[in-house]
């Protein structure tokens, strides 16, 4: 435990309580005043009143919609399940500089729907929870879903056979297992959807605004200190306050479970329910998912003579070009790639840690902790990056421009995916096994390898596949960490998109198909490992 | 454990370190040896490999460029890490943040060799030299030449021109809250109207029908009927954009067109000025020194424009011919002090969104 809470002590509370007191100490003084003066602001409460209601719709929305998609993917069996649930998870990791453009495209004015049926959905708080769906879809299918695989659907037979209703053996067996697994993805997708930053920005038009992004400009744009403070601190008790209820639901829910190889619950559909069922998942993926990413690989194909690969081709030749602005597609792939490894291997370390010292331990500190380790989901990546710059600027932690800063501040991100995603599955595992390998006379250490580790691996792989994927994707705080000239993926993105002409909007769009496919790819390959050892369960 | 995983897990970590020592090798070091001259900047900050090259052959120095965010962005985190800077040169603030930077005293005087070539209405710290002026470019009105055409209609050439009945529903602009050339257009009409009369035109200007989003990138890309990037699909022919942008459309296209598919409204630029400067606790100030007199040298000034996309402040450096052909010349653009921004920025951008946004 010692690991994790000096990692976050570091990293994460002294940069943010740096940044935050400097701007509610003005001159040596403490400006509490100040607190009042922008609590009693109509527009801030305004602002505040609009990021909760629209969190609470978005994940009520993700919920409904992402329920019977994690249901599909965890008991039924069809052909490109596995390529399927890859890409289900490629926007949530992909920045939203990038889907944001390519779901205006569907949504917006001269999209799709705009053609088909004269709908527009742009600027209208639709298109926000939509793209909030879009993004959110796989922390459902995949938190949910994950658990549901391994549930033994032989419990619930048994209540049917016992003489219960098929809803009221899924509402008593099901449920209550599932329960904090659902729990803990419905507070994901709110505490995403709460800070929601990009989304907002391009598909909400000038008039949403969240707290988030109120932070995000009082901060970087206007450097006005004391009411980013307030608003952080502001930010920090809603996101506590979540915790705290999340925390209190999945106490009184958790229970050990019987986890079994979800290849042996998996199984065709049968019947005409379940394979409507399977059928309509599978259109709302197609429409809501596939549809936005396919416009975009569309648009990284079509030059002004027809399609053809030359965005691609202009690409590979920048990597020659006589120009600092030029990155070539492999350097930045590269880039990405070493980033998300070291962020995800931290991430693993700090997250796993944690999550085997909450697993073993109970008290009022530990579950403080458990909290803590949220935490910087719930905070703006401007305030930990301006953290950062007037933190990590002494020996022997001068940072500020070293290439560390840049997967440090991802398996921040990171780390509350490992932690969330391990907890669940470590609790479940029945303890009288650990008492028993004891008594057998194994060491903590073997304990934990031959008992936990088998029985988490899936948990932990899954746990790894997330946090290098939104270390790949990540792009708020690696765009405000002043870094020597390696930009990621997402950065080069950003850059291209911010220059006119076509060329350099057909090579961000060639650039974000590579991510998007590099992505897919490395979600796939953990699909993979994930079914070859399935055996030992 | 069984063998597959057990030679997974030592795979990961292979490669896992592997990625760490690439990593390490391929990061600059340390900053702080008197060899490395480090500069700070913004993302649009862009030059010729074979330019920084030749001066890093000609000084000695390795110069290491460290960037973050958008030109607001960098300049407060100059501010934040005052005194103990990330580097020692700031390429990349304009006149619109420039005294702010100036207040917060962030740059230490130089005069950078070759001042003598930089016309004087760019100098603006012309007594001081806390600041070097590098560069500058105009946000203008841009139009859709192709929609003007097929409706007969001449586009417009002035802020005057833009509250007209004949332009109604077809401009995009930014938030002037989000965007930096949202900000400067907002900026250029209270330069034309004054500081009581901006209002009253913006009032008029949302009466006809002005359509305002959060960034340029969706300004440009999607909504603009001009921009390639946008195959034509956008609905808005009349766009807030650069003075450069229709040179940047005609850019890699052959053959070569023989005018820009977009023209720039001349009467409605705000010119933006982009200044260097010595940071202040610069760990190599000799370096530094050095590097300030190549940013403003003959050779580094040629780069800008077909880099950056801007026009080089010195007057004796040559501006390519993609620019002379198709980029407009900006005689009288529209400026406000720098002090008067600062002073009123906020004020301004608040009043401006509770006018035009609710």
Redesign the interface.
């Known amino acids: 435990m010692a690991l994790p809470f000096a990692f976050f002590a570091l990293f994460f509370a002294y940069p943010v309580a740096s940044i935050v007191g400097r701007g509610l100490k003005d001159g040596g003084q403490w400006q509490l005043g100040r607190i009042g003066a922008v609590l009693t602001d109509p527009d801030v409460l305004h602002v505040l009143w609009f990021t909760f209601w629209q969190a609470a719709a978005s994940t009520g929305l993700t919920l409904l919609i992402a329920l019977p998609g994690a249901y599909v993917f965890a008991r039924f069996d069809f052909p490109g399940k596995q390529l399927l649930r890859a890409l289900v998870a490629v926007p949530f990791v992909l920045p939203t500089?990038v889907v944001g453009?390519a779901f205006?495209a569907l949504v917006?004015?001269?999209g799709l729907l705009d053609d088909l049926w004269g709908v527009r959905l742009d600027t209208s708080v639709w298109a926000i929870l939509l793209a909030h769906v879009f993004f959110n879809y796989a922390v459902v299918v995949r938190t949910v879903g994950g658990l549901w695989g391994q549930l033994d659907p032989r419990q619930e037979e048994a209540a049917r056979v016992l003489g219960a209703g098929r809803f009221a053996a899924w509402r008593r067996v099901t449920l209550p297992a599932l329960g904090p697994a659902v729990a803990a993805a419905a507070l994901m997708v709110f505490l995403f959807t709460f800070t929601s930053f990009g989304v907002v920005?391009?598909l909400g038009?000038?008039?949403f605004s969240t707290l988030e992004v109120e932070i995000y400009?009082q901060?970087?744009?206007?450097?006005?200190l004391p009411t980013a403070a307030v608003l952080t601190l502001i930010q920090f008790t809603a996101v506590l306050g979540l915790l705290a209820l999340h925390a209190w639901t999945v106490r009184r829910r958790e229970s050990a479970l019987k986890l079994v190889d979800p290849a042996q619950t998996a199984r065709r559909p049968h019947g005409r329910g379940q394979w409507a069922l399977l059928w309509t998942t599978l259109v709302v993926i197609v429409l809501l998912l596939v549809l936005p990413l396919a416009v975009l690989v569309e648009r990284s194909f079509?030059g002004?003579d027809g399609y053809g690969p030359v965005f691609y081709e202009?690409l590979q030749s920048a990597a020659t070009a006589?120009?600092?602005?030029a990155v070539a597609p492999l350097d930045a792939l590269w880039n990405s790639?070493?980033?998300g490894?070291?962020a995800?291997?931290i991430a693993l370390v700090v997250g796993g840690l944690a999550a085997a010292a909450l697993t073993r331990r109970g008290g009022r500190l530990v579950r403080g902790f458990d909290a803590l380790l949220m935490l910087p989901l719930g905070v703006s990546a401007v305030t930990v990056g301006?953290g950062f710059?007037?933190t990590l600027?002494?020996p022997p932690f001068d940072l500020?421009?070293?290439?560390w800063l840049v997967p440090l501040a991802q398996a921040l991100v990171g780390v509350p995916f490992v932690v969330r995603t391990m907890l669940p599955v470590l609790r479940a595992v029945d303890g009288r096994l650990r008492e028993a390998a004891a008594v057998l006379g194994a060491s903590p250490w073997r304990v934990w390898?031959?008992v936990d580790?088998?029985l988490v691996?899936r948990a932990l792989l899954v746990a790894a596949g997330f946090a290098f994927a939104v270390s790949l994707g990540e792009f708020g705080a690696t765009?405000?960490?002043?870094?020597?000239?390696?930009p990621t993926l997402p950065?080069a993105v950003?850059?291209l998109?911010?220059?006119?002409?076509?060329?350099?909007?057909?090579q961000a769009m060639a650039l974000s198909t590579i991510l998007m496919v590099v992505c897919a790819g490395a979600l796939l390959a953990l699909e993979r490992?994930r079914t070859?050892?399935s055996g030992?369960f | 454990m069984s063998t597959t995983s057990r030679i997974t897990v030592t795979a990961v970590a292979a490669a896992v370190g592997m990625t760490a020592l690439a990593a390490c090798g391929s990061s600059d070091g340390g900053s702080t040896d008197a060899k490395t001259v480090t500069l700070v900047s913004h993302d649009s900050f862009a030059v010729s490999k074979s330019v920084l090259a030749g001066f890093e052959k000609e000084s000695g120095y390795q110069v290491k460029v460290v960037q973050s965010g958008d030109a607001g962005k960098a300049v407060n985190q100059a501010i934040l890490s005052k005194g103990n800077p990330q580097g020692d040169v700031f390429f990349g603030i304009d006149n619109t943040l420039l005294s702010r930077g100036l207040k917060e005293d962030l740059f230490s005087p130089y005069k950078a060799q070759g001042l003598d070539n930089v016309p004087a209405e760019l100098q603006l710290d012309k007594d001081r030299h806390r600041v070097t002026p590098l560069d500058y470019g105009d946000t203008c009105v841009n139009y859709d030449r192709a929609y003007f055409a097929q409706h007969k209609i001449t586009p417009p050439e002035t802020f005057d021109d833009l509250i007209k009945p004949e332009y109604k529903n077809l401009l995009v602009t930014e938030n002037s809250a989000t965007s930096s050339p949202g900000l400067a257009f907002q900026l250029g009409t209270i330069a034309k109207y004054g500081e009581n009369g901006w209002q009253e035109y913006w009032k008029k200007l949302k009466a006809n029908g002005v359509e305002v989003v959060n960034g340029w990138e969706q300004a440009y890309n999607e909504r603009f009927s001009g921009s390639a990037a946008g195959k034509g699909k956008g609905d808005k022919p009349l766009v807030v954009s650069y003075a450069s942008s229709p040179p940047v459309e005609v850019l890699g296209k052959k053959p070569e067109p023989k005018e820009a598919p977009t023209g720039v409204a001349t009467g409605t630029c705000f010119r933006q000025i982009e200044f260097g400067g010595l940071l202040k606790g610069a760990k190599n100030e000799k370096g530094g020194k050095a590097l300030l007199d190549f940013l403003l040298s003959k050779k580094f000034q040629e780069d800008v424009p077909l880099q950056m996309f801007v026009n080089p402040a010195r007057t004796d450096a040559k501006v390519p011919a993609l620019f002379t052909k198709y980029g407009a010349t900006i005689d009288k653009p529209a400026t406000v002090a720098p002090e008067t921004i600062t002073k009123n920025r906020e004020q301004w951008i608040k009043q401006w969104s509770s006018l035009v946004l609710k």
């Open positions: 500089v453009s205006l917006g004015r001269g920005q391009i038009g000038p008039t400009r901060t970087a744009d206007f450097l006005d079509a002004t202009t006589d120009s600092t602005f790639l070493a980033f490894a070291v995800t291997v301006f710059l007037i600027d002494r500020r421009s070293s290439w390898r031959e580790l088998p691996r765009v405000f960490i002043a870094r020597p000239d390696h950065v950003a850059r998109l911010g220059r006119a002409g076509e060329l350099n909007y057909g490992i070859d050892h030992e």
